[in-house]
């Protein structure tokens, strides 16, 4: 396959997932159907089914594209500070920003566009891949800081963190600048080097 053959063709799959959202978020997901999705697309059925896959395929792949749009924040908020606990900070402030005004999670979390039964599980029991995508950019981040911590005890560290703002975007208990506030504080207790005794 050439270089422009791959090119068309991951574009093709990303108008595909980023037309479902849309549909997700303005009519519920029960609306999505490949059918439909070939319509909007212009392109056949089958063509829907060879780029993304069944519904289920489909689902995880709207997902993980909203989360890249999520963690571009994340990449911004690292590679502007040079601090470890306000880089957390403003990446958890920004993600909590933006998920209270992002149509598709505002879908996903709202019964009465239908998507909850399907899509919700995509970011709560069956969040593994929304995780581990999360904790994967947070590590790549973390090497340019000094930590207190490595191995097991610091991939604990970053599913910590991730699992935090995860389940304050799902269930906000507090302003988005208070939350942030809070996982930095915890960040920087379990991420940052313990004083030396004196």
């Known amino acids: 396959m050439t270089g422009t053959s791959r090119a068309r063709q991951t574009s093709l799959r990303t108008q595909l997932v980023e ?5 997700t978020s303005n009519e519920g997901w029960s609306a999505v159907t490949m059918a439909r999705l070939a ?5 056949s059925r089958q063509t829907v089914y060879n780029e993304v896959g069944g519904k289920p395929a489909l689902a995880e792949a709207m997902v993980l594209h909203e989360l890249a749009r999520f963690l571009g924040r994340v990449d911004d908020a ?7 606990v306000d880089a957390v900070r403003v990446a958890s402030l920004d993600v909590l920003e933006m998920a209270r005004t992002n149509p598709l999670l505002r879908a996903i979390l709202s019964a009465s566009h239908g998507a909850g039964t399907e899509l919700l ?4 029991t069956q969040s593994e891949a929304v995780v581990e995508t999360a ?14 911590i490595g ?3 610091l991939d604990a560290g970053i599913d910590m963190v991730v ?36």
Do not use: K
């Open 121 to 124: 599980p995509l970011l709560t």
């Open 78 to 84: 690292f590679e502007s500070g040079t601090d470890l």
């Open 19 to 23: 037309r479902a959202a849309e549909l």
């Open 163 to 198: 699992r935090l703002v995860l389940s304050h975007v799902m269930r906000p208990r507090s302003t988005p600048a208070r939350t942030a506030d809070d996982i930095a504080w915890l960040a920087g207790r379990v991420l940052r080097p313990a004083p030396a005794p004196v």
């Open 39 to 43: 319509d909007i697309v212009g392109v």
């Open 151 to 153: 191995g097991d005890q």
């Open 135 to 148: 904790s994967g950019v947070i590590r790549a981040h973390l090497t340019r800081f000094e930590l207190g």
